[in-house]
């Protein structure tokens, strides 16, 4: 079988520009939003609940109707409630990340 090019894309390759964040200013950033490894533990748990395919489409439900799914599979309340809260803080870190390219150099 052989790989077929597919226009424009330039992963893994020198053209790819780097991220205008260090690692240093991406850890500061998860302190920003409280993100620690405990919401890292609890995000991996509830992989288990949520589908990639639905991932984007939760930008906004993730707010006011997740909460049911995450707990769907017995875990308790606390749990629950420490799953929900790293959704919104990894939602929040993407979406900041996401917006760099339509910030003005020198403002993000």
Known sequence: MSQQAIPG????TGAVPRSPLSLEDFER???SV???D???QSLRLSYDNVS???LPALLYPITTTLKPF????GHSA???DKMHQAWLKSVLLQVILW???YIQDGEF
């Open 9 to 12: 894309y330039i992963y893994g």
């Open 29 to 31: 950033l998860k302190q």
């Open 34 to 36: 409280l993100f620690s």
């Open 38 to 40: 405990e919401d890292s």
């Open 52 to 54: 990639y395919r639905y």
């Open 70 to 73: 995450l707990a769907r599979k």
């Open 78 to 80: 606390e749990e629950v």
């Open 99 to 101: 917006s760099q390219p």
